[in-house]
């Protein structure tokens, strides 16, 4: 019964398919534009290359963001995953919406191995996956889920609050001293 449950939830996940893949010619030619990226923000997806299972075309880049509500965190994991083994690359940016070297962490991804599940330290995700070869190749589709904040914070009462308990509790205490002494009186 419970493997039917997860049958039935995983087919409600949206598949989303990647639309805004960009040609990496035109982009050395202007060094100063990177597409925008798609922007994912449901609770959970997967996310598919353009024409999955088929190839990208030679020199595409796709471009993508995952974000979450603050203090969560994402999790992704690659099922299908084909890149060119020599001329083309997995990245992480991990950078809030910046696209930046700093923030870029290359994933060794190649071939038809898939990609270790990866989950963020943050609740920003961006991804870009490069296909330089010389054939057509760079078909993928990732799961992702994003993962409610952890509520670590503790009730903080001010002067107030604690007044207020106060008076409750010393209410309480004067209607048990009140029954305690009609009972045994």
Same mark, same amino acid.
């Given at each position: 019964?419970? +493997?039917?449950?997860?049958?039935?939830?995983?087919?409600?996940?949206?598949?989303?398919?990647?639309?805004?893949?960009?040609?990496?010619?035109?982009?050395?030619?202007?060094?100063?534009?990177?597409?925008?990226?798609?922007?994912?923000?449901?609770?959970?997806?997967?996310?598919?290359?353009? +024409?999955?299972?088929?190839?990208?075309?030679?020199?595409?880049?796709?471009?993508?963001?995952?974000?979450?509500?603050?203090?969560?965190?994402?999790?992704?994991?690659?099922?299908?995953?084909?890149? #060119?083994?020599?001329?083309?690359?997995?990245?992480?940016?991990? +950078?809030?919406?910046?696209?930046?070297?700093?923030?870029?962490?290359?994933?060794?991804?190649?071939?038809?191995?898939?990609?270790?599940?990866?989950?963020?330290?943050?609740?920003?995700?961006?991804?870009?996956?490069?296909?330089?070869?010389?054939?057509?190749?760079?078909?993928?589709?990732?799961?992702?889920?994003?993962?409610?904040?952890?509520?670590?914070?503790?009730?903080?009462? #001010?002067? #107030?609050?604690?007044?207020?308990?106060?008076?409750?509790?010393?209410?309480?205490?004067?209607?048990?001293?009140?029954?305690? +002494?009609?009972?045994?009186?």
């Amino acid at each position: 019964m419970e +493997n039917l449950f997860r049958a039935l939830v995983w087919t409600l996940v949206p598949t989303l398919v990647l639309s805004d893949c960009a040609d990496l010619e035109s982009m050395l030619e202007l060094p100063d534009f990177f597409p925008p990226p798609q922007q994912f923000t449901a609770t959970e997806g997967v996310i598919t290359s353009l +024409n999955f299972p088929s190839p990208l075309p030679i020199g595409t880049i796709c471009t993508f963001t995952i974000r979450g509500p603050i203090g969560s965190t994402i999790t992704t994991t690659f099922t299908a995953f084909t890149l #060119d083994m020599e001329n083309s690359a997995l990245y992480y940016f991990l +950078n809030d919406d910046v696209f930046v070297e700093q923030s870029m962490l290359i994933v060794p991804a190649a071939g038809a191995s898939l990609p270790a599940t990866f989950t963020t330290p943050s609740n920003f995700l961006g991804i870009s996956i490069a296909t330089h070869g010389m054939l057509p190749t760079g078909a993928f589709r990732l799961t992702y889920r994003i993962n409610p904040p952890i509520n670590t914070s503790r009730v903080i009462l #001010d002067s #107030d609050d604690t007044t207020a308990i106060l008076a409750i509790l010393s209410v309480i205490a004067s209607v048990v001293a009140i029954v305690a +002494n009609a009972v045994f009186f």
